[in-house]
């Protein structure tokens, strides 16, 4: 049962409405099924908007942000905090106790955050679900660049496991529940691939 996902999810407040309306929409679902969230804190773009439908719907949303961040008002006064000394603590503590990390659009932070979470699972550091919840085909790129990974032997097919690729936030919960999470045999298995 999915009880607490982290969120991965951008800042910029300049992006297209369907990114904001997915983030909502996200948030809503969340709420809706009782489910918590941490996010990265941040009050504007599509973790404000994300953070503004939790609190709008009464669901239960924590923000990881490092001091720096705090320190320079970047933070989200409608939310729980939880501040870290450094961004690396902060990516620490997004995924401690979640059941699975979901990716909305967003820009180097997000994907890096993102294949940072892919490769924990690959080295057996977080065996839970990653859904990407790739809005107007927003990750397309990034998947056709997994795949060239996997076509060159610098990952294994078997890796391509590794993440779930949706392209609605009505879709992120079901497919939570239909990811098969590795085994920790198998996730050692594959680490050196």
Request: proline letters at 4%.
């Amino acid at each position: 049962m999915t009880k607490r996902v982290c969120v991965y999810c951008a800042s910029s407040s300049q992006v297209d409405d369907k990114y904001k309306m997915a983030a909502r929409r996200l948030g809503e679902i969340l709420s809706e099924n009782n489910i918590g969230c941490n996010y990265g804190g941040g009050a504007i773009g599509l973790m404000g908007e994300l953070a503004q439908s939790m609190v709008d719907h009464h669901g239960d949303i924590t923000g990881i942000i490092p001091r720096f961040m705090v320190e320079r008002g970047w933070d989200n006064p409608l939310v729980k905090e939880i501040e870290t000394p450094d961004m690396h603590s902060r990516k620490e503590r997004m995924v401690q106790d979640v059941d699975a990390a979901i990716a909305l659009p967003g820009g180097c932070g997000t994907l890096e955050e993102l294949l940072e979470i892919i490769t924990w699972k690959q080295l057996g550091l977080f065996l839970k679900p990653i859904i990407i919840l790739n809005v107007d085909h927003y990750f397309d790129p990034l998947v056709a660049m997994l795949d060239k990974c996997v076509e060159e032997n610098f990952m294994s097919e078997q890796l391509k496991k590794t993440w779930t690729v949706v392209s609605s936030a009505e879709e992120v919960l079901p497919a939570i529940q239909q990811a098969h999470g590795w085994e920790e045999a198998d996730s050692h298995k594959y680490a050196s691939l």
